[in-house]
């Protein structure tokens, strides 16, 4: 037919790719020598080696994806590295304003972290040569996640503000919740990709809507109670809310039915004011999202009012990077960092940070749309829609959209935990993407689904 | 699976949205607000961190900011403290803003209010550090260290207003405190300074002449009484009034007695002019009566009771009880019974007298001067309500000199200038030596000044005090000093 279209070599995206990262480090560095100067009226010394630390991990990164996964989403990985960036230059601000410099403060930890990741993501990229070999890996996924999400439950765990979800060894503290987010969308695209017709034709209508049957359900709804419970008694309803928005999304996906949500979200009312009626920690955390500046309020919960005066003190603008006083929040570099991001970049840079979301997750989606098989599908909708719930869940709990939540901002707050996970989901999704980019090596135009077909595919 | 993946974008587009949205409320819609909640530390060290605005008296600080080397960067000097004490007020820290100005116009110093917002824009442009507006006021150190001295260590509290344009000359509140102690860096000494006079049964922080547990006004009421008797039509200063010794009321067992237990004249009956003059009680209880209760109020409204003013400082409302049985309208025709008033709405009413009816809104803010010191705001002087017309306005001039002439009122007199003015005494409580009262204005025929003094308990003088002996000469220095 078209045979000269193939020889054309599509656009792979990498220079594309190479220039937003450098674009991406000139902000940083930039972001960096800001925070300086404000403190000290001085570019830092080791502005180009602490810079070039990041680079370098960046470069990586890139260059393995050349190799590797030539065709994966360019835009991608210079988020990401904008993401981590920014972050890196909040909590080393932080470090200073706290009087620590750059090698005994937590910058330097989370700049450790991030290069951890990095190599994990690195040894999934080039081990991991196709997303469908997890497919092979779904009930021990299904299994593991459970396990993780138990273990601070065990002698190993430990409890920090009341929420269990650490374990310890030595000094070394980790929260297995993490890792269990990337196991249970494994868990769930294999399972419903095998299941998903069973669950979207068989059944009973109620009230027009079709219910499946329970011995479809069985496994799902076992993976998911245990994990709740286990997450309510580790009073941990950030991770609770994120496997079960998960676990729904993904089941609409995989069935198309909107029963799904109608039940998910029923489940959800249940759940919420059973929780609601038992749990103090819960109550209290209501009393906050609603009467935030009230006098209990304050009592209870002092750091979110704290964390809206200084999103309040930034306005439009920002007081700029280390001229506010991010400092007066508490955990202004993990829990809150957004709130001290918004008081020095201002809505400017709140609505820039946003965005950078808003964009990883579409490049994430655009690539389960561009995928041929339902696994990969169900997969890479997962992993992004992990983060966005993330996303909202934080900025909309410093922000009063939704109670206040324990979850970490994605690559921005500090946390060695967050950053592993997110750089492997990050390394998943590069993988995905590449897939769904390669051309078909017979081409053949039908079979292509380009993002704005207008053919409804199944 | 791609249309459920795009409805989902849908969903993650929304969701992203409500977060856009709730965080351009809190940082722009809503900032204000939440800048301005109480206890919002950052808000506080803002404020500290950049120059606040001083505070003037004809182009000399009273209130200054001083570069300090802590973390505060500014600290606050009051360099009379006792003197100005209620017209400054303070900026503490811990407490925040108080009393005087730097309480009541803090957006103004703090640099915070709409009106400089063009000044800031400007400053921002030219590269200025930002800085509060500076605040000149209407003060006059000379007339404001008179009244000081006069009142001495009395409790009480003396005003003087220039009556053409209702400029505050003077404004003295005792007992009264030093704010250098409450701006103080050092938390400890804050501390102590504001238990301290938090704690003080005299109340210093009070201003009373704005505010506080206002005063009885006693007989300096019966201006009030005369000008409703007056502007009523029926009585001009020759009617003739009953003025026994003791009055009679109706539906009790008790009368209105004359001070000394004298009738006011012969046959018991005395002219309007005179009852002013020796300041008559029968023949005012009288008038009370036959006024009601109605009239005296709206007349008193006229004159500003019952208005929410600011000076930029609230000044709380002097009140008259509704509803009045005629014993309670002739208590309230002599001042007693529930009426309260502030010393500043006193010196409103010897204003209006002076200033042919014509109230002026009372202020204290002469001009707001930018950051480079260009005048942003300047008040104009502006009329709060006509009291009375000119012709009783003269009337009542020439009542209330007779009194400093040869009336209740003689302390008062200023050498050389003729006053007008009327004296009170003013019960408020059993056993408790009553309040002496003084307010009027000078000159008569060309009025600049206009005062009220009050002295609590009698002051010095104690049970043996009379209006016109105690706070007489307090009024009589004071506008001394306004004349020169």
Redesign the interface.
């Known amino acids: 037919m078209s045979r000269a279209i193939t020889t054309i070599t599509p656009s792979r995206g990498r220079n594309i790719e190479l220039l937003l990262i450098t674009l991406a480090l000139g902000v940083v560095v930039i972001a960096y020598a800001n925070v300086t100067v404000a403190q000290d009226g001085e570019i830092p010394p080791d502005l180009l080696g602490h810079a070039g630390v990041l680079g370098l991990i960046a470069l990586g990164v890139h260059l393995v994806l050349r190799w590797r996964a030539s065709f994966a989403d360019p835009i991608i990985l210079p988020i990401v590295t904008l993401l981590n960036g920014i972050g890196l230059v909040m909590i080393h601000r932080l470090d200073l304003a706290a009087g620590n410099d750059f090698t005994s403060g937590l910058a330097s930890r989370q700049v450790l972290w991030t290069a951890l990741g990095v190599v994990i993501a690195l040894v999934v990229l080039v081990t991991l040569r196709d997303h469908r070999t997890l497919r092979g890996l779904t009930y021990t996924s299904g299994l593991l996640a459970l396990v993780f999400i138990a273990l601070p439950l065990t002698p190993f765990g430990h409890e920090v503000y009341g929420a269990r979800i650490w374990i310890k060894l030595g000094s070394f503290t980790f929260q297995p919740a993490e890792v269990a987010k990337i196991l249970l969308a494994i868990f769930f695209a294999g399972y419903l990709v095998q299941t998903r017709d069973m669950l979207a034709l068989a059944g009973r209508k109620i009230m027009g809507i079709s219910f499946p049957r329970a011995r479809d359900l069985g496994p799902l709804l076992i993976a998911c109670v245990a994990a709740a419970l286990v997450l309510v008694l580790e009073n941990d309803f950030g991770t609770t809310l994120l496997v079960f928005g998960l676990f729904v999304?993904m089941l609409?996906?995989?069935t198309?039915r909107i029963s799904w949500i109608v039940l998910g979200l029923g489940f959800a009312a249940i759940g919420a004011l059973i929780a609601y009626q038992f749990a103090s920690h819960i109550q209290t955390r209501i009393l906050c999202w609603t009467d935030t500046?009230s006098q209990a309020g304050?009592e209870q919960c002092g750091q979110l009012a704290t964390g809206?005066?200084?999103?309040?003190?930034?306005?439009?603008s920002g007081t700029g990077l280390g001229r506010g006083?991010p400092w007066?929040t508490p955990l202004p570099e993990s829990d809150f960092i957004f709130t001290s991001l918004?008081e020095e970049l201002?809505?400017i840079g709140?609505?820039a940070i946003?965005m950078l979301?808003?964009l990883l997750?579409?490049r994430g989606?655009r690539s389960?749309?561009g995928l041929r098989d339902?696994f990969g599908?169900?997969l890479a909708?997962g992993l992004t829609?992990v983060l966005?719930i993330q996303?909202?869940v934080v900025?909309?709990g410093v922000?009063?959209?939704i109670p206040l939540t324990g979850l970490t901002l994605p690559f921005v707050a500090y946390g060695g935990s967050s950053l592993l996970t997110n750089w492997t989901l990050i390394a998943i999704l590069l993988r995905i993407s590449d897939h769904a980019r390669r051309p078909e090596p017979e081409f053949d135009p039908a079979s292509m689904?380009a993002p704005t077909?207008v053919v409804?595919?199944? | 699976?791609?249309?459920?993946?795009?409805?989902?974008?849908m969903?993650?587009?929304l969701?992203?949205v409500?977060?856009?949205a709730?965080?351009?409320?809190?940082?722009?819609l809503?900032?204000q607000d939440?800048?301005n909640?109480d206890?919002?530390?950052?808000?506080q060290?803002?404020n500290y961190a950049r120059e606040r605005g001083q505070i003037l008296l004809g182009g000399r600080p009273i209130a200054t900011s001083e570069p300090s080397h802590d973390d505060l960067q500014w600290q606050r000097v009051y360099t009379q403290p006792e003197l100005y004490s209620h017209v400054t007020g303070y900026y503490s820290f811990t407490y925040g803003p108080g009393g005087g100005v730097e309480g009541a116009a803090d957006g103004l110093l703090s640099g915070r209010d709409d009106r400089l917002f063009y000044d800031r824009i400007t400053g921002t442009i030219a590269g200025r550090t930002p800085k509060g507006a500076s605040l000149e006021l209407t003060v006059r150190p000379k007339v404001q260290q008179a009244a000081e001295q006069a009142l001495g260590d009395q409790r009480g509290a003396v005003v003087a207003l220039d009556p053409r344009t209702g400029a505050i000359l003077a404004m003295v509140s005792h007992p009264n405190f030093d704010p250098n102690a409450l701006v103080s860096h050092d938390a400890n000494v804050e501390k102590e300074a504001w238990e301290r006079l938090n704690s003080d049964p005299a109340r210093p922080l009070v201003n009373r002449a704005i505010g506080g547990n206002l005063y009885p006004p006693g007989s300096v009421f019966k201006i009030v009484t005369a000008a409703a008797a007056l502007e009523d039509g029926e009585w001009d200063p020759e009617s003739t009034l009953p003025g026994p010794a003791i009055l009679d009321l109706p539906q009790t067992d008790v009368g209105l007695p004359n001070h000394g237990g004298q009738p006011c004249g012969p046959n018991d009956e005395v002219s309007l002019e005179i009852a002013v003059q020796n300041s008559c009680n029968t023949a005012f209880g009288w008038l009370g009566m036959e006024l009601g209760g109605k009239k005296i109020r709206e007349q008193a409204s006229k004159f500003g009771f019952g208005d929410d003013l600011q000076i930029p400082m609230d000044v709380t409302p002097s009140s008259i009880p509704k509803d009045l049985s005629p014993p309670q309208e002739a208590q309230v025709g002599i001042g007693q019974y529930d009426v309260r008033v502030t010393p500043l709405q006193v010196a409103m009413v010897s204003a209006a007298v002076a200033n042919d009816g014509d109230v002026m809104r009372p202020y204290m803010i002469e001009s707001v001067l930018g950051s480079d010191l260009s005048t942003i705001d300047e008040t104009k002087p502006e009329k709060l309500s006509e009291a009375m017309d000119a012709e009783t306005s003269d009337q009542l001039t020439r009542m209330m000199e007779l009194v400093v002439t040869n009336g209740t009122g003689t302390p008062a007199a200023v050498p050389g200038v003729s006053v007008a003015g009327k004296t009170g005494t003013a019960e408020h409580a059993p056993d408790a030596a009553p309040h002496a009262w003084f307010t009027g204005f000078a000159p008569a025929d060309n009025p600049e000044v206009a005062v009220a003094v009050v002295v609590e308990d009698g002051g010095r003088a104690g049970s043996e005090a009379f209006g016109g002996s105690v706070a007489g000469p307090i009024s009589s220095a004071v506008m001394k000093a306004a004349l020169e």
């Open positions: 999304a609409y996906v995989a198309e500046f304050a809206i005066m200084g999103m309040a003190a930034g306005g439009v006083r007066m918004a201002g809505l709140v609505f946003i979301y808003a997750i579409e989606l389960a749309i339902g599908k169900l909708t829609f966005a996303v909202f900025i909309g922000t009063r959209v689904d077909q409804k595919t199944r | 699976m791609n249309q459920p993946i795009r409805r989902l974008s969903l993650v587009a969701m992203f409500s977060i856009l709730s965080s351009t409320w809190i940082q722009v809503g900032a939440i800048n909640a206890g919002n530390r950052r808000t060290l803002e």
